[in-house]
């Protein structure tokens, strides 16, 4: 989060001085920020693997690797749904 906000202060600045600068340092910014996300997200899925094949006992990685597919695919339907139910808008009280 420190590293998003001091981005933002940086594209301010320099938005300041040159348009041009200023979305170059957001560009390139977003990019680092991206990289993180997909570096944790990477590091997410190496972890469970880790525990369903040492901890859990799973006889086999393709065993391994359909469990993690399944939670994967629960947790994308899950977000999908709460995107969904979101928009609805409420009832007046």
């Known amino acids: 989060m420190r590293t998003a906000t001091m981005a933002n202060a940086r594209t301010a600045e320099g938005t300041k001085k040159e348009l041009s600068k200023g979305l170059s340092i957001a560009f390139s910014s977003g990019a680092v920020m991206g990289m993180c996300v997909v570096g944790l997200g990477v590091l997410g899925i190496v972890g469970l693997y880790y525990v369903f094949y040492h901890y859990v006992l799973v006889d086999t990685v393709e065993t391994t690797a359909k469990a993690i597919t399944e939670i994967l695919n629960l947790s994308t339907f899950g977000n999908l749904l709460r ?6 808008p409420a009832k007046p009280a």
Request: hydrophobic fraction near 50%; aromatic fraction near 0%; avoid cysteine.
């Open 83 to 88: 995107r969904m139910i979101s928009t609805i």
